[in-house]
């Protein structure tokens, strides 16, 4: 019987130009022990969808690996053996806080909610919303700075939690590197600004069965994070 021993964590984990090959190398990667996976980021949409597409690689490749996410990295970071970090500029803005998203000021008299609830043909009033649903649709609160300084200011508070033992890879671009011992990589390339809105939709794909996963989990075994899996 195989024990758990290797916990993962990705930072950043919907980072648009890391998040498929990354979370494809973790489905391909199969170690003696079982492995708990770990998916962080500040960004719940991006976050969502990135662990279905994790959990469908998995389901793909028959590995039994372990999965959890959630936007609280202190949490996610305990007892953590391997960390990568692919933090992107709108989850580094995040964490530095939230803007309460704006919604429409509600015109419907209080006596009249609970006939509105559960209208198809009227939007749920602002009050009625869940939090995780006001989460998604806020925004960064950090909207001024740059992408430097935010994201080497996010990357500070997110290693002052990594253990010391941990391995750790950095797939971080544009900012200076990790200070401390890592493996550090320019890879993947940028993805051109014009082409980041497709991702999500390519995502879906895969997720939804529309397009084959053969091929992104194929070349995954041939990256470095894969490599840097498997030492």
Not at 165 to 180: C, N, W
Not at 195 to 202: A, K, S
Request: proline share 8%; net charge negative; aromatic share 4%.
């Amino acid at each position: 019987m195989r024990v758990r021993e290797r916990v993962v964590v990705v930072l950043g984990a919907g980072n648009l130009r890391c998040g498929p090959t990354v979370l494809a190398s973790l489905a391909a990667w199969r170690p003696d022990d079982l492995v708990d996976i770990r998916l962080w980021d500040a960004n719940e949409e991006r976050l969502d969808l990135f662990d279905r597409l994790l959990r469908e690689c998995l389901d793909k490749e028959g590995t039994q690996h372990n999965v959890r996410s959630s936007s609280d990295f202190a949490i996610e970071l305990e007892g953590a053996t391997d960390v990568v970090f692919c933090v992107h500029e709108d989850c580094a803005r995040r964490v530095s806080g939230r803007s309460e998203p704006l919604l429409f000021e509600s015109e419907v008299p209080e006596a009249l909610v609970d006939q509105v609830r559960g209208d198809p043909n009227k939007p749920t009033l602002p009050d009625h919303l869940s939090p995780h649903t006001h989460v998604i649709l806020s925004a960064p609160l950090d909207q001024s700075e740059s992408r430097e300084v935010v994201v080497t200011r996010a990357l500070e508070a997110l290693l002052a939690c990594v253990p010391e033992s941990a391995r750790i890879l950095s797939l971080q671009r544009g900012v200076a590197r990790l200070p401390r011992d890592c493996v550090a990589l320019d890879w993947p390339p940028p993805v051109p600004e014009r082409d980041l809105p497709v991702i999500p939709h390519q995502v879906l794909r895969w997720i939804h069965g529309e397009e084959s996963l053969a091929q992104l989990l194929s070349a995954a075994m041939d990256s470095p994070v894969y490599g840097w899996l498997v030492e």
